[in-house]
C-alpha cells in the first residue's frame, strides 16, 4: 500500500537531509504510530506519503514514494489526495471555510460525491468524532480541541484507503484524546483504512496501534509490532522518548525476576501481569501469552 | 501568600458565572497543579492571580495586596505569567529583545540585563538562538523563549498555563526540571495542565476546578485517586494509580512504577502470596 525505495529529503536551503535511507513497506489494514523526538523526521515522513512532499516543500529528494502502486513523483497532489486523506499539526491552517458543516463538505463537493450523499457523509463523520452539536458552528470560534476534531471529521468523510495524522490530539484533553483512537480503531476495523499517526502520547500509541516505528535524526531506528518496540525500554528512555508506565512497571518486575512474559501495553495487561504474580501461579518457564485472555 | 476568598466572577451581568465562590489559600513554596476540563474555569481563575482579570465579587491577595486595587504592573513584580499558547506572549523581533522586554518594564538595572538575559537563555537552551526571530522557531522553542521571558523577571510566584504543551518527552522533563529547581529556590508555583504524569511527578498538591467551582484539594496522591472527579474532568489517573485502585487497598500507598514494583515483590512468596 505504501513503499519507501531509499528516500532521503532536505529541505530547499537546508543541507541536512530531514530523512535519511528510509526504506518501508505498509500494508493495508495496518495502525502504525510513529514517534520520536521534535527534529527527528516525523512530519517529513508524513508529508512524503500525502504527496506535501514534493509538491509543496521544494528540496533535495533521493528514491521513491509509492503510494497504492503510483509514484507519488509523478501524480499530482488531487491524485494522491484520492487515496490519502490527511490531518495536520495545526487545524487552523488547514481549515478553508468560516462554518463546521461547510468545512466537512468542501472536500466532498471537490471530489463531486452527490449532494445526497455528502449530506449523509457529513453527518456520520461528526457524529464519528463526537461533534455532531458543532455542526452549524462558525469555525473561528471554536476551541483547540473542536478544531481538530472537524479536521478529522473533514478528511474521513472522503473516506480515504490510507489516513495520515501529525499530531492530531495536540490540544484535546486525555479523554478528547482517547476518543480520538477509538474512532481511528472503529476506522481501521470496520472499513480496513490504513491509518499513520504521528503521536507524543506514547500511552495511546501502545494501546491502539499494532506497529510502532521509532524515528530519530532522520532515520526509522525501532519499527515492530507494539510490543516488541516496547521490548526497548531503556533505548526509548535514552532517545527521551516517555515509555508507558505499565511498561517501566514491567521492565522493574522483569528485573527483580519476577515476570519474564510478554510487555503489557495496557492497563488491563498489566492487571492481568501483577494478578499472575501475586497469585504465585506465575512459572518462569512457560511465559504465559496475553492473547488469550 | 496568595489568598482568594468568595470569588465569584462573570465576564458580563448577563454572562453565566465562570468562577463560583472560590476559596484558595496557597503558602510560599508550594508548587499546585490546576487542573480540569476545558471551559472549567482554570484559565480564568489564573487572570485573576496577577490582575488581568479583577473579582465580580469576593477577594484575591498576592502578598498582601488587592488585584481589585494594585496595578497589574505592581502585581507583575510578584508573579510572572506564562500564557498557553506563546504566540500570544511573543512579539519583538529577536529572541534578545523578546526577553529583554519586560526588564525594561520593571526598571532592571542596565548593567545587570544582559548577564541576566544570558543566564536564563543558557537555563532553558537558548543561547544560539539569541539573535533569532521568535517566529522562525519551533513551536517548542517558542514555548522555551516565552517561559525565558518570564523567568528572567525573577518574580517569587509563577503562573503557568500548560507550560509543556507542543514540547516533546525529553523537552517536557526539561523545562519541568527547571521548574522544580525554581520551586526548591523557594518560589511558588501554580500550573495548568493535561498531562496528568506531569502533575503526578511534579505537583505536592492538586486542586480540580470543575464549572468554575473547586472540586477537589488536596495532596496530587490523593486526588490522583479520585477517578470519579478526574472522569468529570475529561481525565484519567495516571496509568499506574489505575492499575493500584484495581487491587483495593493492597497498593494503596503506591505512587510510581517503583513503588509499585517494591509492593509487588513484598507480597509475591514463590507458590502463594504473603498476606
Redesign the interface.
Known sequence: MIRFNNVSFAYEGSEELAVRNINLHIDKGEFVGII????AGKSTLVSLINGVIPHFHRGDYYGEVLVCGKDTLESTCGEISRHVGSVFQDPEAQMVTTVVEDEIAFGLENFNVPAGEIEKRITESLKMVGIEHLRHRGTAAL?G?QKQRVTIAAAIALRPEILVLDEPT??L????S?QVFQTLKRLNQEYGMTILIVE?K??LLSEFCSRLMVMEKGQIILDGPVRQVLEHHDKLLEL???C???V??TK??KD?S?YDGDIPVD?DE??QV?RK????AYDQHTAFDLSLR | MISIQHLTYRYDKKAPLILDHINLEINKGECVALIGQNGSGKTTLLKQLNGLLKPTSGRVTINGLDTATTKTSALARHIGYLFQNPDHQIFCNTVYDEIRFGLLNIQCPPEEIHDRIKRIAGLLGLENKLTRDPFTLSRGERQRVALASVLVLETDILVLDEPTTGQDYRECVEIMEIVKDLNRMGKTIIMVSHDIEVVADYCERTIILHQGRVLEDDATHVVLRKSESLMLSGLEPPQIIQLALRFGPLFQHVRSPEDMAEAVAACAVPGGVRV
Request: hydrophobic share 40%.
Open positions: 520520536g523526538p521534535s527534529g476551541s480541541g495536540s490540544e484533553d486525555p479523554q478528547g482517547r507524543q506514547v500511552m527521551g522518548i516517555n508507558p508506565r505499565v517501566t512497571l522493574l518486575l527483580a519476577l492497563v498489566a492487571e501483577v504474580i501475586l497469585e504465585g
